[in-house]
């Protein structure tokens, strides 16, 4: 069983950077292809980034791609988000997730294990 627990988020202008942070216990890290996904006020859950076992593959949702960097760290059981020229619309609470399946995946049902969520807010 993992337990993931996020941090990080909070309140940034326009424009600004955040770094999330998401730290696993109680499995192997390694073991784990990890995602990041978000849920704004009012929608479904989205797919933002993903990051296979070894770190060598990264996947990201169009919106975010070139502001968004995922990565991990698996000597701290450790995978981030650092966020970059944030906008209004990246507003939501950030999910991280670990999937024990082989190739990376932006389905949440393929995602075995969910954090609490760390809430993200933009103001314009």
Known sequence: QVQL????GGL???GGSLRLSCAASG?????Y?????????????????AITRSGSRTLYTNSVKGRFTI????AENTVY????????????VYYCAADPTVLLS??????DYWGQGTQVTVSS
Request: proline share 6%.
């Open 27 to 31: 499995g192997t890290f390694s073991n």
């Open 106 to 111: 932006l389905l949440p049902q393929r995602y």
């Open 5 to 8: 627990v996020e941090s990080g």
């Open 33 to 49: 292809n990890m995602g990041w996904f978000r849920q704004g006020p009012g929608k479904e859950r989205e797919f933002v980034a």
């Open 71 to 74: 990565s991990r760290d698996n």
């Open 81 to 92: 988000l650092q966020m970059n020229s944030l906008k209004p619309e990246d507003a939501a």
């Open 12 to 14: 940034v202008q326009a």
